[in-house]
């Protein structure tokens, strides 16, 4: 922001990124080396790690390329088949919702390699207890996140634009927004399965849904333009319910795939049951002012954390009381 203010132009501008980035991986190096020594940094080239690791790496090269293709299909299919304002307006919407991902990406970093460190261990029953307490704390946790982009969209989408392009793209951002909580609750099985090294199940997924989900979107865009765009992403991931969630619940979990969907559809209905019943009376009421929105959003998601605290996994409700604990004694200690 400050570049563009002082008026540097577009080469100043990403010149300025490339050294953001060279700071930050420079950043990242040194910490390494301080935690670990710089002689573990020196590369080196070991043919046994190779063929340890080649498989499992090939797989991961599969899911990161075709994930990419994926993410980014229905954005190059608008930009085919509707005019290049719609197109914009999509990337903006799409880009809006996916950096609320972050959350989600993070939680999944932590849990990898404790995940792998039980998987390692032998440790089943603690690795299910792992992924029980990590699974409700996304599902529950991230939900609250993207029912508040489609409560902030009307009134943001008409400040950065117009009232018209608002409300064209409340109804995309909604199925986006759906569609990225649809990933979240797949992310800890994903995380899992890499965990018990079966990798092939999330890059068969995304092989298989070139054909199954790639024409469909196409379809969906002809048909119903940008809301047959937000709505391609749902449509991805209730294929990657269908084809992965089952294999993870053989394979890995070894628990019957009903009640995985079952605790997906009990975090469904207690977020309609308090943010689309908190919708459902702005829409009666006509009522789409900022202030109506915050309140009914804030009053929403206080009851939503109270049913959610309601029905989580009973340890990662202790885990919350020991850090609710935690964080009174270390008050009271600093008063």
């Known amino acids: 922001m400050l570049v563009l203010l002082a008026g540097g132009q577009v080469y100043l501008v990403a010149g300025w990124i490339a050294a953001s980035a060279l700071l930050g991986a420079t950043a990242y190096v040194l910490g390494a080396a301080r935690l670990f020594g710089w002689s573990h940094l020196m590369p080196l080239f070991s043919m046994d790690v190779v063929r340890r690791n ?25 930009s085919k088949l509707l005019p290049i304002a719609q197109f914009g307006f999509y990337g903006f919407a799409s880009s809006t919702v996916t950096r609320a991902s972050f959350v989600t990406g993070a939680a999944a970093q932590a849990a990898f ?14 690795l299910l207890r792992q992924y ?4 409700d704390l996304v599902c529950y946790g991230t939900l609250p996140l993207f029912t508040g982009l489609c409560f902030a969209a009307l ?23 759906l569609g990225t909580w649809m990933n979240a609750t797949i ?20 092989l298989y849904a070139l054909a199954a989900v790639l024409p469909v979107t196409a379809a ?24 992965m969630v089952p294999r993870i619940s053989r394979e890995c979990l070894r628990s019957p795939v009903l009640s995985w969907y079952l605790h997906t559809l009990r975090v469904l209905g207690l977020a309609a049951a308090t943010y689309g019943l908190a919708w459902l009376v702005i829409t009666a009421l006509q009522a789409f002012s900022l202030p109506v929105l915050v309140l009914a959003y804030a009053a929403a998601s206080i009851a939503f954390a109270a049913g959610a ?10 885990t919350i009381q020991r850090f609710r604990g935690s964080l009174m004694v270390r008050n009271a200690s600093a008063l």
């Open 54 to 78: 080649i498989g499992f790496t090939g797989h991961m090269m599969v899911i990161s390329v075709l994930s990419l293709v994926h993410t980014q299909a229905a954005q190059v299919i608008v």
């Open 113 to 126: 390699p404790s995940f792998t460190s039980l998987f390692a261990s032998d440790d089943r029953p603690g």
């Open 132 to 135: 029980r307490k990590m699974h």
């Open 155 to 177: 009134p943001v989408y008409t400040y950065v634009f117009n009232s018209g392009v608002a409300r064209t793209l409340l109804l995309p951002t909604a199925f986006l927004a």
């Open 187 to 206: 992310q800890m099985p994903y995380v899992l399965s890499l965990a018990m090294c079966k990798p092939q199940i999330a890059a068969r997924l995304n």
């Open 220 to 243: 969906l865009i002809l048909l119903f333009g940008l809301p047959g765009a937000g709505f391609s992403w749902v449509f991805y991931h209730l294929f990657a319910y269908a084809y």
């Open 309 to 318: 605290y309601v029905s989580i996994d009973p340890d990662l409700k202790d």
